[in-house]
C-alpha cells in the first residue's frame, strides 16, 4: 500500500506542474530547473568540501579563464616565467642536496677519525701493558709476576670499566706475558 500512496502522490506532482503553463510558473521552479540544467558540481559535494578547498577551486578556475583569455605573448612570457621558476627550484633542490651531501660527508670523516683515534689509544695502551709486563717478567721472579699481572689488570679493569667501558683486551697482555712466563 505505501508504494500505491508514492505512485498517487508522484502523480499529483506531475500533474500539477503540466497544468501550470510554462510563462506562469513561480520562480521557485524556475530556479529548480536552471539547477537541474546546469553542469556544475552537485550541492551535496560542495557542503562536503571545507572553505580552503573551495577557494583553491575558485582560485583554479579563475587561472583557467584568465589563461582563456591571455594574448601569444602574454602566453609565452607566462611560460618564460614559469620556466625560469622551475630552474630555480631545481636547482636549490639540487644545492639543498650537495649541501647535505658535503655534512654526510664531514660526518663520516669526523666519525673516521674518532675510531682512529680511539683505535690508537687502545693500541698504545696495549703496547703499553705488553712492554711493562715483558720489562717486569726481565725483574721480578715469576710468583711475583703473576701478583702484579692480577693487581694491574684489575685496576685497569676498574678504569676502563668507570670511563670506557670493559674491552675485552685488558688482560690480553697479561695472558701473553702468563704465557712466557710459564
Known sequence: MA???KADAFNKNSQAVATTAPGAS???ESSMKIKQQSPTVPEESIKNLSVKQLVR????????IKRQNETEEQKALRRQRNAELNRRRRQNKEDIRVTIEKTKNR?????KREIDRMLR????RDDFLRETFEQMATVFADEDMLQYQE?????????????????GNENSAASTTESRVS
Open 3 to 5: 508504494k500505491d500512496e
Open 26 to 28: 513561480s520562480s521557485a
Open 57 to 64: 577551486a575558485k582560485h583554479t578556475l579563475q587561472q583557467r
Open 107 to 111: 660526518l663520516r670523516q669526523r666519525i
Open 121 to 124: 689509544t687502545r693500541q698504545k
Open 151 to 167: 693487581r694491574v689488570a684489575h685496576v685497569l679493569w676498574e678504569i676502563s670499566k668507570g670511563s670506557n667501558g670493559p674491552h
